[in-house]
């Protein structure tokens, strides 16, 4: 289950989770959160999310996520992709075993 600020987050940010049901938005997991957030969120949106979880976490996240298959890596755009692995290579820097692949 989702904190109480990871909620509200969720809450403020609806329309980038289009597609899942409305009864299940606030309780999405962290790895469908910081997709959306870094696929389809604006710069504000994005620094909220560092804000909220902080730019560490945020990366391994990422970095878990799009080295777990080919399929999950896909489902970030290519753009996205590329700037957050250079923006967390560069800035996250507890996570040194972190590479696209």
Partial sequence: MNS????EFIRQHLALFWYIPEDKKEDISEDVLVEFILNYGDIEA???LFSLFGIEKVAKIFFNSINLSERRKGNYHELTLNYFTLLFNKYAHRHTD???E
């Fill in 98 to 100: 972190r590479k696209a």
């Fill in 4 to 7: 109480p600020e990871v909620k």
């Fill in 46 to 48: 994005v620094k909220s």
